[in-house]
């Protein structure tokens, strides 16, 4: 879904949103909708970045990472954002949880 496997990130603080996910057998559009939404959030205020991995087992997992809980709100009820969401109860998800927390502390290695 990104061209990148880490996201650029600054200095915490700033929240991530957790979506963990079990896709149900078929597309039905799904990686379309992926993808825009990635260029879709991307535009939004206080958007930060973006990691994303999904298993052959089905289950995903992807991290949204924002400035503010106003800017994770803002994207939450987006219109074209909405839409996705409802598709994905409908006919993409056989599970997901959603999870918001901060970030208050950041290390790595870079390769």
């Known amino acids: 879904m990104t061209t990148e496997s880490f996201a650029r990130l600054p200095q915490p603080p700033y ?3 957790i979506f963990s996910s079990r896709r149900r057998p078929g ?3 799904y990686q379309q909708m992926a993808e825009r939404m990635v260029a879709l959030a991307a535009g939004q205020p206080g ?9 052959e ?4 997992i992807t991290v949204s ?9 803002a994207w939450r009820i987006h219109a074209e ?3 996705a969401q409802e598709s994905g109860k409908a006919d993409w998800y056989a599970h997901y ?3 918001i927390a901060c ?3 950041a290390y790595g290695k870079r390769a």
């Open 15 to 17: 929240y991530a949103v």
């Open 27 to 29: 597309d039905l559009g």
């Open 47 to 55: 958007f930060l970045g973006i990691e994303s991995a999904r298993g």
């Open 57 to 60: 087992d089905s289950f995903g």
């Open 65 to 73: 990472y924002w400035a503010s809980e106003a800017a994770i709100a």
């Open 81 to 83: 954002h909405r839409i």
């Open 97 to 99: 949880e959603v999870r």
């Open 103 to 105: 970030v208050e502390r």
